[in-house]
């Protein structure tokens, strides 16, 4: 088997999720990295639709996450990506599916919102990504007069759109919450799922918690009406689960 490459935007949170799982099942991939805009051509030359992650594998291109996530269970079943019953799977299919819809794009059009005005900021964050090719680096800070408003138009980024969004991501937390307010260690079953890594990739713009894995920027970049924001989703049970989640991540390195 060749091993499967994985075409991302470096720091997307989609691609986050699906480098977690694929790591926590224990199988190998290589990255393919970009810079949001220098991704299209690469999805398209990948078979992709137009978003990463894309997965390309022996047995066919997987152009979404999920498809990403479901391929690695079909892999390595052992891993229990998607619990041990059937009915957990179910549940865990359905948070994947609702966080993907009610979270992910959420998050990133907040957090977007507030870093995109500062070109300094923004700039510093796509130049760190290291993992993406140094051509793409180097001719970002050219390309950006046309890049910052083609992403504002292309997710609808405006005050009222982040505004809108700041309201999905409060709702969200509370759903997670209220889930968890039972004592449970993880949304579903008793280990970590599908559940519990979408729930902490799609809400990472809006902790930026120190997590080297992201590869987000660190949360003082943002102006401090957005820094409080953001402390005040650290400090709500949601945040808080998202940052033990995490912390499991650091410690248990790919099997
Ligand atoms: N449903 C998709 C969503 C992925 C997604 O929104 N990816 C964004 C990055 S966070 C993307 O590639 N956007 C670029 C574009 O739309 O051209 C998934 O789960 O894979």
Same mark, same amino acid.
């Given at each position: 088997?060749? !091993?499967?490459?994985?075409?991302?935007?470096?720091?997307?949170?989609?691609?986050?999720?699906?480098?977690?799982? *694929?790591?926590?099942?224990? *199988?190998?991939y290589h990255e393919e990295a970009h810079l949001p805009g220098f991704h299209a051509p690469a999805v398209r030359r990948a078979g992709g639709k137009r978003t990463t992650p894309v997965l390309v594998t022996d047995e066919g291109v997987l152009p979404d996450s999920k498809d990403i996530l479901a391929w690695a269970d079909r892999q390595r079943p052992e891993a229990r990506l998607?619990?041990? /019953?059937?009915?957990?799977?179910?549940?865990?299919?359905?948070?994947?599916?609702?966080?993907?819809?009610?979270?992910?794009?959420?998050?990133?059009?907040?957090?977007?919102?507030?870093?995109?005005?500062?070109?300094?900021? !923004?700039?510093?964050?796509?130049?760190?990504? !290291?993992?993406?090719?140094?051509?793409?680096?180097? %001719?970002?800070?050219?390309?950006f007069p046309v890049l910052r408003p *083609?992403?504002?138009?292309?997710?609808?980024? &405006?005050?009222?759109?982040?505004?809108?969004?700041?309201?999905?991501?409060?709702?969200?937390? &509370?759903? %997670? /919450?209220?889930?968890?307010?039972?004592?449970?260690?993880?949304?579903?079953?008793?280990?970590?799922?599908?559940a519990d890594i979408t729930f902490a990739t799609l809400a990472s713009p809006a902790l930026l918690w120190e997590d080297p894995s992201s590869r987000l920027p660190p949360v003082d970049v943002l102006p401090p009406a957005a820094v409080s924001r953001i402390q005040a989703w650290r400090a709500h049970p949601a945040g808080q689960f998202a940052l033990q989640i995490t912390r499991l991540r650091a410690s248990s390195p790919p099997r």
């Amino acid at each position: 088997m060749t !091993t499967p490459r994985l075409v991302t935007i470096s720091f997307s949170h989609y691609c986050d999720k699906a480098r977690w799982a *694929l790591d926590h099942a224990g *199988l190998a991939y290589h990255e393919e990295a970009h810079l949001p805009g220098f991704h299209a051509p690469a999805v398209r030359r990948a078979g992709g639709k137009r978003t990463t992650p894309v997965l390309v594998t022996d047995e066919g291109v997987l152009p979404d996450s999920k498809d990403i996530l479901a391929w690695a269970d079909r892999q390595r079943p052992e891993a229990r990506l998607y619990g041990r /019953a059937p009915e957990e799977r179910r549940e865990i299919e359905a948070l994947e599916a609702m966080l993907g819809d009610e979270l992910g794009p959420h998050t990133r059009r907040w957090a977007y919102f507030h870093i995109l005005p500062d070109r300094a900021a !923004t700039l510093a964050m796509f130049t760190s990504q !290291t993992v993406t090719p140094s051509h793409e680096r180097a %001719i970002v800070p050219f390309a950006f007069p046309v890049l910052r408003p *083609l992403m504002r138009r292309a997710m609808r980024i &405006d005050a009222e759109g982040a505004e809108r969004s700041r309201k999905k991501v409060d709702a969200t937390f &509370d759903t %997670i /919450a209220e889930r968890l307010s039972d004592g449970r260690a993880f949304l579903v079953g008793d280990a970590l799922s599908v559940a519990d890594i979408t729930f902490a990739t799609l809400a990472s713009p809006a902790l930026l918690w120190e997590d080297p894995s992201s590869r987000l920027p660190p949360v003082d970049v943002l102006p401090p009406a957005a820094v409080s924001r953001i402390q005040a989703w650290r400090a709500h049970p949601a945040g808080q689960f998202a940052l033990q989640i995490t912390r499991l991540r650091a410690s248990s390195p790919p099997r």
